[in-house]
């Protein structure tokens, strides 16, 4: 938690030309967002795993496919990416086609 806060102060407080400055803007993020992952793993899973009968942890091993796999949770992370493509190709926005080959 405290180093992507470092990381961005860091930003601030020196001068980085732009390519360094996006590298570090993506490292916080990127370190933020496994943070939030990892917590809540933590409380779903480790929820999970805990017993509310008292008769000891339960054991939790994340199925490769089925309705609630690893290929299905993939495939939900990535349909954003394949909607806003297919998006994109139907529906090209203005600035996408001022930079097409060819356009005056």
Do not use: C, H
């Amino acid at each position: 938690m405290l180093l992507p806060l470092l990381i961005l102060a860091l930003v601030r407080i020196t001068r980085f030309n732009e390519d360094m400055r996006r590298l570090l803007y993506f490292t916080s993020a990127l370190l933020i967002l496994v943070g939030i992952f990892s917590m809540r793993w933590n409380v779903v899973i480790g929820g999970q795993l805990y017993s509310k009968s008292l008769r000891g942890l339960m054991a939790y091993k994340m199925e490769l496919t089925g309705i609630e796999s690893l290929m299905t949770a993939l495939l939900l992370l990535a349909l954003p990416f394949i909607i806003l493509t297919v998006l994109f190709w139907l529906l090209p926005p203005r600035w996408m086609e001022s930079r097409a080959p060819g356009a005056a």
